[in-house]
């Protein structure tokens, strides 16, 4: 079995921060979104700013969210992830071919799956990039901080 990252929403906040995309609903399906982040280095280029830098991307809309919770999901469900963000590349996103969406979404998928082995399922992660000063490639740095997921009762928050 494989983990994934679905986007929680504690309250309305997200839907003040991400005007530029909009915000997540809960428990939608996310990805780590690094291929969709602007130039750090540069400076933001949207308007209103996006917050690419501390957040996660919806596989299926420009969507985003502050924070996502680490999930199992089935092996199949990799190849769905792979097949919607690929559509979402070609229809919204406006990629030149199938092939260049597919290969980008493949690579997305499986490194957000590849991140999420690093820790345990049912925790709370956030994200914060920032340029890498080392490299003259614009590559950018990434940092995962973990949360315990809140419980009131038998419910998760």
Known sequence: MKKFLKAV????ADDELYKQGGA???NEWVCSGGFAVCNLAAGYRCEPRCYCDASFLSIS?????TL?????V???DIEIFKD???QHLLFD??????????GLAEEEINYTVALCETFPAEVWITVKRSPNTQSSEGTINEQYDQYQRLQ???HSL
Do not use: F, M, Q
């Open 93 to 102: 996103w406006k990629a030149p071919d199938y092939a260049t969406a597919r």
């Open 74 to 76: 089935e092996d199949g």
């Open 68 to 72: 996502a919770e680490v999930v199992e």
């Open 61 to 65: 809309s420009r969507a985003r969210a």
């Open 152 to 154: 009131i009762g038998a």
């Open 9 to 12: 929403r504690l309250d309305n």
């Open 84 to 86: 919607s963000l690929t």
């Open 24 to 26: 997540c609903d809960e």
